[in-house]
């Protein structure tokens, strides 16, 4: 059991591809008015460039959201719908998807959409720095046959194609700015707001004007935006009872009482997993991960209510899937496939050849909870497996993990749907996968869903995730709530699919 008090812990800030971290929290601003005025938005990070070939999604995609379009659009209720393509189809064996482009959008210097535009945008984006650049990984070629239509060639199919035009890949900038000398500082979209430099201060606050010439003014509720960074859940609170935002993205659930009682709403959803990634499944670095017996004695050790409790006050579920509730994938059984069984854990690691308990390293990192470190080495310990932990600093901590120098490591991950999710912890060279682990079974149930039709893909993506959790690749503890706050004046819809909520989701109330 966990011997530790109910607690307030600095929650682990959720982490798709790289880690955003922000020394100090922007200034306060006059709240937004019914339909007009301005929407103040806090976030816990803060972009580091504004070129799209650079760009991220999670917590930073209102700052690009607000100046840009992407291609589609994810929505709240989990469908992708048309924004700047209107249509979409695929060639029989999906190798081949063909976008039809709206024929009136303009980019804010005065600079017309077009399908050349966007396919020198989308090569843009496979050749940049972007850590989400290896969704393009099976592109073979972006053309553009006319002025309205992008073809878009798969060296094989990719399921999850749509739903990347709908994130950071499908970010379409105007042409002249894509290699101007202020890319990374000036943006030029097509979006709903136009940034206004002058009044920006990179790293604290981040002020927009609304684009008098957008192409749907019906989802541009606000005159202004202002989004300002409070990475510090201290300064995210105090923003809140002082008044000085209308919505503000919480890195934990620690102060949601104190939120509430200020007179705000707490609007959730599930889409982070917190757990332990057990890397080296192989064994090249550590070869007791290699016994799936091991693997398995890891998840039997936790007790994942306690950890919920002691963690996030209960604001989560329990889970040792790594798949989300909204994918065909998912099945509600496996998410107490692994009681707490102390137990049987013992007895697993002494049938693997460990009677006497074995060693395991792992990073820590300051950003994360210190409580959640404290408590995994206990509940460990008390199984016979010691942690060896080495402190990383912050700016080191992704780059180690997929060095890979590390077996093992507690992290925070976003829950994808189901063949980016594979693409991103589960395929040979998904990004989480560091040391490139295949397994036979594992790469046959990838092959179904790549090549086959919606219901092989929903079977076959189920029949994965049983695999993956038999075989323990993962320890997942639970899906935590992702929290966005907004006052009284102000609504907002969760996505199920992205940390923060779309920038026309949030809305005055009426």
């Known amino acids: 059991m966990i011997r530790w008090k109910k607690a307030a812990a600095a929650a682990a800030i959720a982490v798709t591809t790289a880690l955003a971290v922000t020394a100090c929290a922007g200034g306060s601003t006059d709240g937004g008015g019914e339909g007009a005025g301005t929407l103040t938005l806090g976030a816990i990070g803060a972009p580091t460039t504004f070129d799209p070939a650079g760009s991220q999604w999670g917590n930073l995609s209102p700052f690009y959201q607000a100046v840009f379009d992407t291609l589609l659009l994810a929505t709240p209720e989990g469908t992708i719908e048309p924004w700047l393509a209107t249509e979409w189809s695929y060639n029989d064996d999906n190798t081949v998807l063909t976008l039809t482009l709206r024929d009136d959008v303009t980019f804010s210097d005065g600079s017309k959409l077009t399908a050349d535009v966007v396919a020198k945008n989308l090569q843009r984006f496979k050749d940049g720095t972007s850590p989400d650049a290896g969704y393009f990984a099976g592109v073979a070629s972006f053309e553009a046959p006319d002025d309205t239509t992008v073809v878009i060639t798969l060296s094989a199919?990719?399921?999850?194609?749509?739903?990347?035009l709908t994130r950071d890949p499908g970010l379409v900038g105007a042409e002249a700015s894509l290699d101007s000398a202020d890319a990374a500082t000036n943006p030029v979209g097509s979006g709903p707001y136009i940034l206004d430099t002058a009044a920006t201060v990179t790293g604290t606050t981040y002020s927009y004007t609304k684009n008098p010439d957008y192409w749907n003014p019906d989802v541009q509720y606000y005159d202004n935006l202002v989004i300002n960074v409070l990475s510090d859940p201290t300064a995210a609170l105090n923003a809140i009872?002082?008044?000085?935002?209308?919505?503000?993205?919480?890195?934990?659930?620690?102060?949601?009482?104190?939120?509430?009682?200020?007179?705000?709403?707490?609007?959730?959803?599930?889409?982070?997993f917190q757990g332990l990634l057990l890397l080296d499944r192989a064994g090249t670095m550590d070869p007791a991960l290699a016994d799936v017996k091991v693997?398995?004695?890891?998840?039997?050790?936790?007790?994942?209510?306690?950890?919920l409790t002691a963690l996030q006050t209960d604001h989560g579920t329990v889970t040792t899937q790594v798949f989300p509730a909204t994918s065909d994938a998912y099945d509600p059984e496996l998410d107490s496939y692994y009681d707490y069984d102390p137990e049987k854990a013992k007895e697993l690691l002494a049938e693997a050849g460990y009677p006497d308990g074995l060693s395991i390293s792992m990073p820590t990192v300051s950003v994360l909870s210190a409580t959640t470190y404290t408590l995994v080495a206990q509940q460990l310990a008390d199984v016979g497996i010691t942690v060896e932990a080495t402190d990383v600093p912050v700016g080191n901590f992704i780059a180690d993990m997929l060095a890979p120098k590390y077996p093992a490591t507690f992290m925070?991950?976003?829950?994808?749907?189901?063949?980016?999710?594979?693409?991103?912890?589960?395929?040979?060279?998904?990004?989480?996968?560091?040391?490139?682990?295949?397994?036979?079974?594992?790469?046959?149930?990838?092959?179904?869903?790549?090549?086959?039709?919606e219901a092989t893909q929903a079977s076959v993506a189920k029949e994965l995730n049983t695999y993956i959790v038999e075989q323990a690749w993962f320890a997942p503890f639970y899906r935590v709530q992702g929290s966005v706050a907004t006052d009284a004046n102000t609504t907002v819809e969760m996505l199920p699919t992205n940390a923060y909520p779309a920038i026309y989701d949030f809305q005055p109330k009426q």
């Open 157 to 164: 199919p990719d399921p999850a194609m749509l739903n990347y």
């Open 241 to 272: 009872k002082a008044g000085e935002a209308n919505g503000v993205k919480l890195a934990n659930n620690d102060a949601l009482t104190e939120v509430e009682a200020a007179g705000w709403t707490v609007n959730a959803n599930e889409l982070d």
């Open 295 to 307: 693997r398995q004695a890891i998840n039997y050790a936790f007790d994942r209510d306690g950890l």
């Open 412 to 453: 925070a991950l976003e829950q994808n749907p189901d063949w980016q999710l594979i693409q991103f912890m589960i395929a040979p060279n998904a990004v989480f996968n560091p040391f490139k682990y295949q397994d036979p079974q594992v790469d046959e149930y990838i092959k179904e869903i790549q090549y086959g039709d």
